[in-house]
């Protein structure tokens, strides 16, 4: 059974990285049948896409975020990661990794909040 | 980029009916979308896939009292014999040229 499951810091300033972790774990990050992502949830708001991957290789990303996301993955841990720059405020959520079948998100981890403060 | 609109808003008895609309953009109405459920403090939970056509394909484990339909660029998804459980939000999601689109969600609340 596909698992996957977000790692990171808890609490990152602002202007600075935040640096995420998916690993997955009951299918190969590796497969051509699946695209990778991520997605983010403000307190008390609704899901927005930060971007995903495809085949280790092709990524792609939220254009109100391109700047400053960065999405890339270690195929001999079974992993993807997500680097967002310059953080602020309106930063904090909480950060699902997912994976897409035929595009469609079918696989959640369970999520991981990130507050951004000083 | 397509557009997902949905009610910020429903509400129906235990053990009744209740359809949620998710509606795409104009020049989009013939896309595919998925739904998703998230129950308090909970990550989200793919439902189903909901095909152009109507045809839907549903997620391991999602109850037969959820099902999908379509009407132009409106997108239901009905939940029959309401539960207290089914008491979440519910999002709708697509696709174009690599970049995916969340609706703003539905809160459903279970009377």
């Known amino acids: 059974q596909l698992q996957l499951q977000e790692s990171g810091p808890g609490l990152v300033k602002p202007s600075e990285t935040l640096s995420l972790t998916c690993t997955v774990s009951g299918g190969s990050i590796s497969s051509r049948s699946y695209y990778w992502g991520w997605i983010r949830q403000s307190p008390g708001k609704g899901l927005e896409w930060i971007g995903s991957m495809f085949y280790s290789v092709n990524t792609y990303y939220n254009p109100s975020l391109k700047s400053r996301v960065t999405i890339s993955v270690d195929t001999s841990k079974n992993h993807f990661s997500l680097k967002l720059t310059s953080l602020t405020a309106a930063d904090t959520a909480v950060y699902y990794c997912a994976r897409h079948s035929s595009r469609a998100t079918d696989s959640w981890g369970q999520g991981t909040l990130v507050t951004v403060s000083s | ?111």
């Open chain 2, 1 to 111: 980029q397509p557009v997902l609109t949905q009610s910020s808003s429903a509400s129906a008895s235990l053990g009744s009916s209740v359809k949620l609309t998710c509606t795409l953009s104009s020049g989009h109405s013939t896309y595919i979308i998925a739904w998703h459920q998230q129950q308090p403090g909970k990550a989200p939970r793919y439902l189903m896939k909901l095909e152009g056509s109507g045809s839907y394909n549903k997620g391991s484990g999602v109850p037969d009292r959820f099902s999908g339909s379509i009407s132009g660029a409106d997108r239901y998804l009905t939940i029959s014999n309401l539960q207290f459980e089914d008491e979440a939000d519910y999002y709708c999601e697509t696709w174009d040229s690599n970049v995916w689109v969340f609706g703003g969600g539905t809160k459903l609340t279970v009377l």
